[in-house]
């Protein structure tokens, strides 16, 4: 599975960014987004599961929507009223539906909210 990131970029407070990862390969279930920001660990943003099912960080809840496009194998995460502290690198992920504890992931991309 190779994974494709992208729509980051510089945004002001309060503003909004559509990021992408379209996927190549089979079996893929689970697919989400998280994040790392300087000096911290890698944290989930949201998945979702090729049944549609989603979960939110309670950091994302009613800010970001996660979605997918199965026929083009493609995950989006769009966000609203971002912050500063919404600063990171945001990598895509997958995972696959008979080894679910192994992730796939992204080469990231770069989401700045400043003014």
């Known amino acids: 599975v190779q994974l494709q990131a992208s729509g980051g970029g510089l945004v002001q407070p309060g503003g909004s960014l559509r990021l992408s990862c379209a996927a190549s390969g089979s079996g893929i279930n689970i697919m989400g987004w998280y994040r790392q920001a300087p000096g911290k660990q890698r944290e989930l943003v949201a998945s979702i599961g090729s049944d549609g099912r989603t979960n939110y960080a309670d950091s994302a809840k009613g800010r970001f929507t996660i979605s997918r496009d199965n026929a083009k194998k493609t995950v989006y995460l769009q966000m609203s009223s971002l912050k500063p502290e919404d600063t990171a690198v945001y990598y895509c992920?997958?995972?696959?539906?008979?080894?679910?504890?192994?992730?796939?992931w992204g080469q990231g991309t770069q989401v700045t909210v400043s003014s």
């Open positions: 992920s997958a995972q696959k539906s008979y080894n679910p504890n192994y992730y796939y």
